[in-house]
């Protein structure tokens, strides 16, 4: 198993909080490149109503491109963020390899996210894991707005940790929280996490992180550091939830991969051509990104000599 495991969301996170909607076949190009740079998940889009979010109309249309065999990725797992019922159908239609559900644990932002409360959305979630898990599908559960939220502020660790102990109760051990509004700190990480592996020491426990507030990477080394291993990221820093407060950028996957090297772990991933996409998206949107490593460059090797 890799030391470490890099879900990149960019094609969903990311371009899901932009005004424009990305042409198909630009996004083809992208999750190609993407594919060649050694990440080991990409997050292809999600199955949610267009006309809420045109950004992810042609989801199904891309599941479907690379579910042909002259198209399909090597090595690389395909993901789809599912929020109800329709979603897993339409996802199991098109050949989804991985179905990210979750339920938020703001009741504020559950209802302008999926029209339901976190209950409602708790029931249907698992229906819909075990469902998926039948079906040989792998799955990975959230809890979002688990370390603060936009809208209501500080949320209770206790109600986090009642839905995680929902999901482990139901047998599902890939479990993600999620800091949606990027109000996370390296002490609050830590403590979550912590008590999830003592809920269950075999939990899979992966961290989606927000740069809201420029704490993103000081979050995932204090995931680090306590035992999380999967790490979901966006190339460029590309993203955040339109229905938070302040739709903020994920922890840029240049970024988060060029400190794991600095730590000598992941020296396998193709940081140089997560770069080049990087800056390739910033040209397309015409604008500077929040991502840093694509502007700076690397540190040095001569200075860990």
Request: charged letters at 25%.
């Amino acid at each position: 198993m890799k030391d470490i495991i890099i879900h990149e969301v960019g094609m969903r996170d990311g371009l899901q909080a932009e005004e424009s909607v990305v042409l198909t076949e630009q996004k083809i190009k992208w999750i190609k490149k993407l594919g060649e740079t050694g990440v080991d998940i990409i997050q292809v889009g999600s199955f949610v109503n267009p006309k809420r979010m045109p950004q992810m109309a042609d989801t199904d249309e891309l599941f479907n491109y690379f579910s042909l065999k002259e198209n399909k990725l090597q090595k690389v797992t395909l993901s789809g963020l599912v929020l109800n019922e329709k979603g897993l159908e339409r996802g199991m239609a098109c050949g989804v390899e991985m179905f990210c559900m979750g339920v938020s644990a703001s009741e504020t932002h559950s209802q302008k996210n999926t029209g339901m409360t976190t209950a409602e959305a708790t029931t249907r979630i698992i229906d819909m894991a075990k469902s998926a898990l039948a079906s040989g599908k792998e799955v990975q559960v959230s809890v979002q707005s688990a370390f603060g939220c936009g809208f209501e502020g500080k949320i209770s660790e206790e109600k986090v940790l009642s839905l995680v102990s929902k999901f482990l109760d139901n047998g599902f051990k890939n479990i993600n929280l999620a800091d949606t509004a990027g109000h996370a700190i390296p002490d609050q990480i830590e403590r979550l996490f912590t008590a999830i592996f003592k809920l269950d020491p075999n939990a899979d426990c992966v961290c989606h992180l927000h740069n809201t507030y420029g704490l993103g990477l000081a979050n995932a080394y204090a995931a680090y550091r306590v035992g999380v291993r999967t790490f979901e990221s966006s190339f460029a820093g590309l993203g955040g939830c339109p229905f938070t407060a302040i739709a903020a950028g994920n922890v840029s996957t240049e970024d988060l991969v060029h400190m794991f090297q600095n730590m000598n772990l992941r020296n396998d991933i193709k940081i140089d051509k997560l770069i080049g996409i990087a800056k390739e998206a910033a040209e397309y949107f015409k604008r500077e990104l929040p991502g840093v490593i694509y502007k700076t460059g690397k540190i040095p090797e001569i200075l860990h000599n």
